[in-house]
């Protein structure tokens, strides 16, 4: 069982920056793949970063350039940089951590992002 606490959302205005970061408690977190979804209000959950244990990241094409996903194995913790910041970011960021083909699949609780002038 992995359990994932995040942190860092928060109420920002346009051109702004943010830092989430999600910390995993359980065993073997450094084999996961590690990584940032969002929904906004009336819109599918989607992918926006994601990290292997190789240290493979991608990126949705809405925020390449402007978000950076990075991961310390060391504190069982992922982090999503995240700079200008655009109305169109505001959702629920979600972490998630997944092997095995999504057979282990842990979500965390989730925290809000605003972006509002």
């Known amino acids: 069982q992995v359990q994932l606490v995040e942190s860092g959302g928060g109420l920002v205005h346009p051109g702004g920056s943010l830092r989430l970061s999600c910390a995993a408690s359980?065993?073997?977190?450094?084999?996961?793949?590690m990584g940032w979804y969002r929904q906004a209000p009336g819109k599918q959950r989607e992918l926006v970063a994601s990290i292997t244990s190789g240290g493979d990241i991608n990126y949705a094409d809405a925020v390449k350039g402007r978000f950076a996903i990075s991961r310390d194995n060391a504190k069982n913790t992922v982090y999503l940089q995240m700079d200008s910041l655009q109305f169109e970011d505001t959702a629920v960021y979600y972490c998630?951590?997944?092997?095995?083909?999504?057979?282990?699949?842990?979500w965390g609780q989730g925290t809000q992002v605003t972006v509002s002038s």
């Open positions: 359980g065993s073997a977190i450094h084999l996961y793949t």
């Open positions: 998630n951590v997944q092997r095995s083909f999504g057979y282990y699949n842990y």
